[in-house]
């Protein structure tokens, strides 16, 4: 067969695939109501590097501030062992089989960064493991918060989480040594749910505007479909005005500073949320700081918005990573589980000392403190009956 007909039968499969796809979003049941759930079962994924030293901190204050709910029985927590590079290398399997039924035992999970290889690198080239946990648990919205209150910062972003150039990362072709081609993808039904979800948190927050970010003038077939469903699903909240900007002049108008604090809730496929965030974090304190909800209707999953940190491992510095990312990720766990109260006592804790008092300082180095010294300040900050009005005295 030459290499025309191989790259259409390997296409014409990989459409197969996403039609089946469409058909399983159209079809996917209703939220999960986690007020029903007894218990509701919080997984804890260490991941490689330095995940397993500041997933085990995020776990600590968990469990403190679960205390009554696991006494009660309405919440249980469970490690899951064995998604690591090394384990994952070895089946040659973004996720192991076991590992993946562990999670999908679980309601929620909360996840320790995992290494993503990449050609050249000692590991072999396997899909990334939170694509792959994000695609077979179809948590479709990442949601990442970015605030900054001195500064006047405080964005909502909605990452596209299923499709994209992330949904067949690892299924482009070679079609000669000089062609490859990767593909793209967008589906009405993906773009709506996710940009539906964005209009909702703005609608509950009273927050009146919605910005997409597209590259829709040049990539106009994907982007295209994606920024027509963001002005169709606008109509239907008409007290929120919706537009729409270029990922390149929005990652410039991120550091204008006249600007940036204009924007709220933005909402954007996979690829440019992926890279719009990380830059947006910096702000913040760096990737370090801030923390991500992958959300689906049935699983929900948190993590760091950062990767496992090799170099800081072979350097020797894996107990000075900040576990402030993970922690903070925590807080979206508790708030999406519904214990609002215990979230937002968290969130003010992760402010107070990462961007306010700063009593102690985490520097990736042994100049500052270690990521334990650190979630031991966090946790007395959380039980200072004085924490809300400190907070608010920052804001
Ligand atoms: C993120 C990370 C991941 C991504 C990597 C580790 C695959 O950068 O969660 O933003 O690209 O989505
Ligand atoms: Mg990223």
Redesign the pocket.
């Given at each position: 067969m030459n290499e025309i007909e191989k790259a259409k039968e390997h296409f014409g499969k990989l459409i197969e695939a996403q039609l089946k796809r469409v058909k399983q979003i159209k079809a996917e049941k209703d939220w999960i109501d986690y007020t029903k759930i007894k218990p509701i079962i919080i997984g804890t994924i260490g991941g490689d590097g330095i995940g397993p030293h500041i997933t085990a901190e995020a776990q600590r204050v968990l469990e403190h501030l679960l205390k009554d709910e696991v006494q009660k029985g309405k919440i249980e927590f469970r490690v899951i062992e064995g998604l690591t590079i090394e384990k994952r290398s070895e089946v040659m399997k973004p996720v192991p089989d076991d590992v993946l039924e562990e999670i999908k035992k679980c309601h929620v999970t909360l996840k320790g960064?995992?290494t993503?290889p990449k050609k050249g690198d000692p590991w072999p080239n396997i899909e990334?493991a939170?694509?792959a946990v994000r695609k077979e648990l179809d948590l479709f919205a990442?949601v990442r918060p970015v605030r900054v209150s001195s500064q006047g910062i405080d964005w909502m972003f909605f990452r596209e989480n299923t499709e994209g150039a992330?949904a067949l990362g690892p299924f482009g072709v070679e079609i000669t040594d000089d062609l490859t081609m990767d593909f793209t993808v967008s589906t009405k039904p993906g773009s709506e749910r996710i940009i539906r979800l964005a209009f909702d948190y703005a609608k509950k927050n009273n927050i009146d505007r919605v910005t997409a970010v597209t590259k829709a003038n040049v990539i106009k077939t994907t982007d295209g479909l994606f920024l027509k469903t963001f002005y169709e699903i606008a109509k239907e909240y008409p007290g929120i005005n919706a537009d729409d900007w270029f990922i390149d002049i929005m990652t410039a108008k991120l550091v204008d500073i006249k600007r940036r604090t204009q924007f709220k809730v933005l909402v954007l496929p996979n690829l440019y949320g992926?890279i719009l965030?990380?830059e947006a974090a910096e702000f913040q304190g760096g990737v370090g700081t801030a923390g991500?909800a992958n959300i689906g209707k049935q699983y929900a999953m948190f993590?760091a918005?950062?990767?496992s940190a090799p170099r800081m491992v072979k350097e020797g510095r894996t107990q000075y990573a900040d576990p402030s990312s993970v922690i903070r990720a925590g807080s979206m766990l508790l708030n999406h589980l519904g214990y609002k109260d215990l979230g937002k006592k968290l969130e003010m804790a992760l402010d107070i000392c990462g961007q306010y008092e700063k009593k102690l300082v985490m520097t990736g180095r042994s100049t500052g403190a270690t990521g334990r010294e650190y979630c031991d300040y966090i946790m007395e900050t959380i039980t200072d009956p004085n924490l809300e009005k400190k907070w608010q005295e920052y804001q």
């Open positions: 960064p995992t993503t990334s939170n694509v990442n992330y992926d965030t990380d991500s993590e918005i950062h990767g």
